[in-house]
């Protein structure tokens, strides 16, 4: 674009450069080219970018949860089945209250209550896994129980006629028997629970379907972010549901 005329010159700007040509009686002449880049603009920051940490979290949060419920669970049965009156009571009290309430309900008070019992803020992390694993727990020493009943009480019998401690005959005789009976319900219970892990929104976490919402948002794809949600939930949990059966199929022979 012509710009300005002075002096026998010419000034043409193009774009965010300037070429300076100069105009003597032959002809024209370039007698000097200046270019100046265009400055560099910053990206706009993708909107799930803080989430991702979240979102990469909540694999740990299940694994966690699975590992902390099945421990739980497991001393829980076993105070159930012991002869002692009042630990039995309260272990069934603490199931069937668990086993009452909705997860996003316990997952909502315990957000509240964890930093008021230690009296110190907690991360909204911390809170959720400390829900699912006493939540969880309930499930699991249910599913343990169920395990330990399985086992033949003759082999519990010939485990103390030997002078097998009643420690002893649970860690060597029963359990062992237990878990690999319920290996294909634990797994189960297992899908259960990453499928629940969307629940935990409702304190703030970011977790994969969060994610794709934002994603869609920005993208304008609605429903091809959520079809791929679908695809990928659908996927994992129908995996695990084939493993699930296998296993049952191969413990049962």
Known sequence: RLQSRR?????????????????????LQVVAIHVVAPPLRPRPS???????????????????AVIGGIVIGTVLAIIRI???PILAWIAAAYVNFFRSLPLIL????LYFLVP?????????????????????????????????ASVSSGQVAAARAIGMTYTQCMRFIVLPQA???????????????????????VVGLKDFLVSAELIANRDQKLIEMFMFVAVVYFTICFAGSLLSSHLQRKLST
Request: hydrophobic share 60%; charged share 5%.
């Open 82 to 84: 012991a002869n002692v």
């Open 116 to 148: 008021l019992v230690l009296g110190r803020p907690v991360g909204a992390f911390s809170s959720v896994l400390i829900a699912f694993v006493l939540f969880e727990a309930a499930y699991y020493s249910e599913i343990i129980r169920a395990g330990i």
């Open 106 to 109: 316990v997952i909502f008070w």
């Open 7 to 27: 002096e026998g010159h010419v000034v043409l700007h193009i774009g965010h450069g300037h070429i300076v040509h100069g105009i003597n009686a032959i002809g």
């Open 46 to 64: 993708c909107p799930v970018a803080p989430c991702h940490a979240a979102a990469s979290a909540l694999p740990l949060l299940t694994v966690a």
């Open 179 to 201: 878990f690999k009976a319920m290996i294909p319900v634990l797994l189960t219970q297992a899908i259960i629970l990453f499928q629940d892990t969307s629940l935990v929104y």
